[in-house]
């Protein structure tokens, strides 16, 4: 198999998130971009070892945008990532998600919106429409935002961003249409309508806030006493 073949092979695993059959699809094998793609599937595993792109594979540029990623220096992995999916234009669904979570980690949303819009021109994915309504939501754009979920609505999946379109309904003074959204969303996540039973919601919380405030200073709150 010639080299460029088994550079569309590893790819292709890639893509699919076949970490292991990379690394022994291109072992021992004397290619820069090939060595990328193994080394790039290597740190997916927890095995990277120390390497860098030489500047003349095709992958060097994913590699250090998710090199930056496991760092968790979200900000250049966010420009790397984008780089690479406006320039290079092939990605797999997870590479988009990794994406989305680098812009959201570092705020960098009119990068986000800059990729995602001109994806959204050829590949009209719910995914790619989340990531155009998450980044108008946080531009303040927020009729943008809700035609955005009103086309796609069927398709999103995402709680919280169930809650941002409510929240555009209120930044835009639609209160009527915000409280119907909203008690509709409380149905679909609880299985049951909305009750107002704001006194016996106050007395549980006058009886738990004590012992609440106690568990805080002493750093041993769970996650569900959090959440209260």
């Known amino acids: 198999m010639q080299n460029s073949e088994l550079i569309e092979r590893t790819w292709e695993l890639y893509s699919q998130q076949k970490f292991q059959e990379i690394v022994s699809v291109a072992d021992g094998l004397n290619d820069t971009s090939l060595a990328e793609i193994q080394h790039l599937a290597l740190m997916e595993l927890g095995q990277h070892r120390d390497f860098t792109p030489t500047g003349d594979g095709m992958f060097g540029e994913l590699y250090r945008a998710m090199h930056s990623y496991h760092k968790r220096n979200f900000e250049t992995a966010s420009r790397g ?91 835009l003074q639609r209160y009527d249409e915000a409280e119907r959204f909203f008690l509709a969303l409380f149905k679909k996540m609880s299985g049951r309508d909305y009750q107002d039973n704001y006194e016996e919601v106050r007395d549980r919380y006058v009886k738990a806030m004590p012992g609440l405030k106690a568990l805080e200073k002493k750093q041993g709150l769970s996650e569900g006493e959090w959440m209260e």
């Open 81 to 171: 990532l984008g780089g690479w999916i406006l320039n290079r234009g092939y990605y797999g669904q997870w590479l988009l998600d990794r994406f989305v979570e680098s812009c959201r980690r570092s705020s960098q949303f009119d990068l986000l919106f800059k990729v995602a819009s001109r994806l959204i021109q050829t590949n009209k994915s719910p995914r790619v429409a989340e990531a155009v309504f998450l980044a108008l939501y946080h531009l303040g754009k927020y009729e943008d935002a809700l035609k955005i979920f009103d086309t796609y609505r069927e398709h999103f999946s995402d709680g919280s961003l169930m809650q941002y379109a409510g929240e555009c309904l209120m930044k």
